[in-house]
């Protein structure tokens, strides 16, 4: 193999050699213990910052900017049992290499974490707030928060940034900090950039990104999606479900919803458009799908791993209370797409089009073992991270135990899987880094305190205003930023408002979590739903509204953690039990209303019965209950005698 001396071709080398470092440092410290928290969390920002500057050019579009673009150009048809096809931002870019002014940038970000790491003994040994910083200590500060200003940008696009921006005016100009002060929390302290986010980023977030990678490398998207068309396609809208149960089980290896809408997507939109579902319907079925595997156990969105920083509790005590919440949203789209698919009378695919559920298991079952070995690894007492890297190490040996699979062990896919897990994992470094920025400010200026008395204020201490303020500022902040960044500030702005009326804090925590994720699909800026609009040549606005309408149940059950703990597993079990199944019944009935079709099509008073009973049941209480079951037994005993002569008519017409 010739070796390419050129500039495009000994760029491609260092991204390889940078990407690999990177991930292999991460996983060396996950196994052998993390150094110091300036030593880990700087290298870990230095890696991102060095691939950032490689990687996206100063004009250069965002990767959910490019995939949203490549969904407009995907082609329209896809079959079942074909492979999903993968589109994703090139892994290193063949043309538009870095420009001198790329270059500059690059040695400029990284100059002050060498001085940090050169100074070590200096920084470590200062009294933080006390001792004044030097005017090296200060330039290098000044410069370290513009680079990861610019970098945030780069990657993610100008909202975080700009928040940030706002928040250094606010501290400067209206709280008077002084700038060496700020300068001090914001570089020389674990309190600012070098923080808890940061923190989360290199010891939780890279390693899953790259098992999802290897995953990916390794076919089992398509054991999804296969897994997914055998048990559901062949029923009512069965292509609806299969994005439904697919996206689902992507989610747990991918931290972002366009992400997950372009490797589902390119199959299930064409299918669903092809039984008869309108393309803005079709849209809105996978952006809602791709949307919840953030908030999809057992491998959540990065978020997750933040909440359970800030709340001081293991991964899996995250996982436990996002279980029920995260059925409920499952089971409130796909009753949306059942519901819709019976009113418009759709059937599924023949079964002869469909993969056999024990073929699917017997050529690509083994590669669920990766997860399941997450799972046995992280419920046996260890932590996340180290069950994350024996999942990932785990996953080509497991592709090579069947012939089916062990195409996807060459070194080609093994180098470009660890390219890829560093490369997604650019834009969350990158987020908590800036998001750190925030977090600096409000806790040196006390804006939190302001904040919380305010909203506190503006309630008037009812917690009902408190959580839709809590919620519109969740979907509005999410509109312009990750999951994560959009979390974590209004964890430092708004969750401890409601905790203050008092909600316990991983309900609080979870309400924040929530609609920071389901900004993803509230219009008009909706990420997931571009992305599947696009694939599906649909109305943006249509697919969003049909996205909102499919997720309606995900825009409740927040506000029901709050009043009900028991959705979380916080409780006794009959309590748990009873909320768990009165809220699945309600929200089965919800979704019946919200599509006009419960046991045959509903009239305009029906639908009100069926959308007032399926609320009433939602909401925890025994009366609230017991209301919510009479007004939906109004509404099967009048829909009941049609039922049945639609049964009789369909057997009547049943060939013998």
């Known amino acids: 193999m010739k070796l390419d001396l050129s500039h495009a071709g000994i760029f491609r080398f260092a991204v390889i050699v940078i990407s690999i470092a990177m991930a292999l440092y991460h996983m060396w410290a996950i196994a052998f213990g993390s150094p110091e928290a300036f030593y880990y969390r700087g290298t870990h920002l230095m890696f991102a910052m060095v691939l950032v500057f490689l990687l996206f050019r100063f004009r250069s579009k965002t990767e959910d900017a490019v995939l949203i673009e490549a969904a407009a150009h995907m082609p329209a048809i896809q079959t079942p049992g074909a492979p999903a096809p993968v589109v994703s931002v090139p892994v290193v870019p063949a043309t538009r ?7 500059a940038l690059l040695v400029i970000g990284i100059a002050p974490i060498l001085h940090l790491f050169i100074n070590y003994e200096y920084i470590t040994n200062r009294i933080f707030y006390v001792d004044d910083l030097t005017p090296t200590d200060m330039i290098m500060g000044t410069i370290m928060t513009v680079m990861v200003l610019e970098a945030t940008r780069r990657v993610i696009g100008w909202a975080l940034p700009l928040t940030a921006i706002v928040f250094l005016i606010y501290g400067l100009f209206i709280a008077r900090l002084e700038p060496m002060r700020m300068l001090d929390q914001l570089y020389m302290t674990t309190e600012g950039i070098f923080g808890i986010p940061l923190s989360v980023s290199a010891s939780y977030v890279l390693i899953f990104v790259l098992f999802g990678s ?15 068309l055998s048990i559901t396609g062949h029923t009512a809208g069965g292509p609806g479900k299969v994005s439904v149960v697919s996206s689902s089980l992507f989610g747990t290896i991918s931290g972002s919803a366009v992400a997950n809408v372009m490797v589902d997507g390119p199959i299930s939109i064409p299918l669903m458009k092809r039984t008869g579902f309108p393309p803005h319907f079709a849209a809105g079925v996978e952006a809602t799908a791709s949307t919840g595997g953030q908030i999809m156990p057992p491998i959540m969105g990065a978020a997750a791993f933040v909440m359970a920083e800030f709340l001081a509790v293991s991964y899996a005590q995250v996982v436990i209370w996002a279980v029920i919440p995260a059925i409920l949203y499952y ?9 819709e698919a019976k009113r418009r009378g759709l059937m599924g695919l023949p079964r002869s089009e469909l993969p056999n559920i024990g ?21 046996s007492g260890y932590s996340a991270p180290m069950a994350a890297l024996i999942g990932t190490l785990a996953c080509f040996p497991v592709a090579a135990l069947r012939r089916s699979t062990r195409g996807y062990l060459n070194w080609e896919n093994f180098i470009d899987a660890f390219v890829d897990g560093a490369r997604n994992s650019l834009a969350v ?10 977090i600096a400010v409000v806790t040196l200026s006390g804006l939190g305190i302001v904040f919380t008395q305010f909203v506190i204020g503006l309630s008037k201490d009812t917690l009902l205003l408190a959580l839709v303020l809590t919620m519109v500022a969740g979907i509005v902040l999410g509109m312009g930023m990750p999951t994560t960044p959009a979390y974590i500030i209004m964890t430092a702005l708004l969750v401890p408002a409601i905790i203050k009326l008092g909600v316990i804090a991983p309900a609080a925590h979870m309400f924040a979590f929530y609609f920071a994720v389901l900004s993803a699909i509230t219009p008009p800026v909706a990420l997931a739903v571009f992305a599947a609009a696009g694939l599906a040549k649909a109305d943006l606005w249509a697919s969003g509204w049909a996205a909102v309408k499919i997720g309606a149940a995900g825009f409740i059950v927040p506000f029901m953690l709050v009043y009900e703990p028991a959705l979380m597993m916080i409780g006794t079990w009959p309590q748990i039990i009873g909320a768990f199944c009165t809220a699945s019944f309600g929200i089965l009935l ?57 049964r009789r008519l369909a057997a009547e017409r049943k060939p013998a």
């Open 97 to 103: 290499t870095p420009t001198v002014f790329d270059y």
């Open 331 to 339: 089971v409130s789209c796909f009753a949306a797409v059942h519901f």
């Open 590 to 646: 919800f979704a019946a209303g919200l599509h006009g079709y419960f046991l045959t099509a509903t009239s305009n008073w029906q639908r009100a019965a069926l959308i007032c009973g399926g609320l009433l049941l939602i909401d925890p209480g025994l009366v609230t209950d017991l209301i919510g079951a009479g007004i939906v037994a109004v509404v099967i005993a009048v829909q009941w005698p049609e039922h049945q002569k639609a």
């Open 359 to 379: 073929r699917v298991f017997r050529e690509r079952g083994h590669l669920f073992i990766p997860i399941l070995t997450i799972l046995t690894v992280m419920y």
């Open 429 to 438: 470094a990158t987020a908590c880094a800036c998001a750190g920025i925030v």
């Open 214 to 228: 290897f995953m990916e490398r390794t076919g089992t998207g398509q054991l999804f999606m296969d897994f997914a």
